[in-house]
């Protein structure tokens, strides 16, 4: 059974710091993705990661993948409040199309 | 539709009573997933369609739950003689092409479950 951890589950972190959540998986995948909850509201694509090395940016979070570890992360960088949420990332069963889901990274940024 | 759309939004239910939630994917999209969410949980896997086939149905708790999606489109979610440990969010979510790139999901509000 395909199964996805994250760590940390809880982070709080100062603004202007930096920091970097895991996401470890269990079975052959390449596609690796990043997701996004505020409180109250349903998820949002961030990132898709489709092969290893696969490195996406978007403002001041990054992603990354390494397939042969079967790892990811989500690198934050310079902490901003509205970067608060909780950080889910989800894995593919390979050529299964099940998605997979770890327990999220609940990301409180404090002044 | 523009986006994923469930309905109810809020159910609440007396324990032992059948519920069914609703859920209209985009138009065109193969693929629908349900998750339960838990407060403070991630989303854990119920079941998957690719068009009307249900292909995975592992994650379905119980043989109280049920899901259909006879026309490859509308999924319903039932969940019969409801319990307290029933109460969670139910996501659903759709996507487009499955088995070849990215299979980036689009999720719905949710359909919020409390059963006293």
């Known amino acids: 059974e395909l199964k996805v951890e994250q760590n940390p589950l809880f982070l709080s972190m100062q603004e202007g710091k930096n920091y970097t959540i895991y996401c470890n998986y269990s079975?052959?995948?390449?596609?690796l993705y990043w997701y996004r909850q505020d409180p109250g509201k349903s998820l949002e694509s961030l990132f898709v990661l489709l092969s290893n090395g696969a490195v996406k940016q978007e403002g001041r979070l990054m992603a990354s993948l390494d397939t042969k570890a079967r790892l990811s992360t989500l690198h934050i960088t310079a902490a901003v409040h509205d970067l608060s949420a909780t950080y889910f990332c989800?894995?593919?069963?390979?050529?299964?199309?099940?998605?997979?889901f770890g327990a999220g990274t609940r990301l409180t940024v404090k002044p | 539709g523009a986006g994923v759309s469930q309905s109810p939004r809020y159910k609440v239910a007396k324990r032992g009573q059948d519920v069914a939630l609703r859920c209209d994917p985009i138009?065109?999209?193969?693929?629908l997933f349900w998750y339960q969410q838990a407060l403070g949980q991630g989303p854990e896997f119920l079941t998957y369609f690719q068009n009307e086939a249900q292909l995975d149905k592992s994650g379905l708790p119980s043989d109280r739950f049920f899901a259909e999606r006879p026309e490859g489109s509308v999924s319903t979610l039932k969940i019969q003689r409801t319990q307290q440990e029933d109460s969670a969010v139910y996501l659903c979510?759709?996507?487009?092409?499955?088995?070849?790139?990215?299979?980036?999901?689009?999720f719905g509000a949710g359909s919020r479950l409390t059963v006293l």
């Open positions: 138009s065109g999209h193969v693929s």
């Open positions: 079975t052959t995948s390449d596609r």
């Open positions: 989800a894995v593919d069963a390979y050529n299964n199309n099940d998605m997979r």
């Open positions: 979510a759709s996507s487009f092409l499955p088995g070849a790139g990215a299979n980036v999901l689009t």
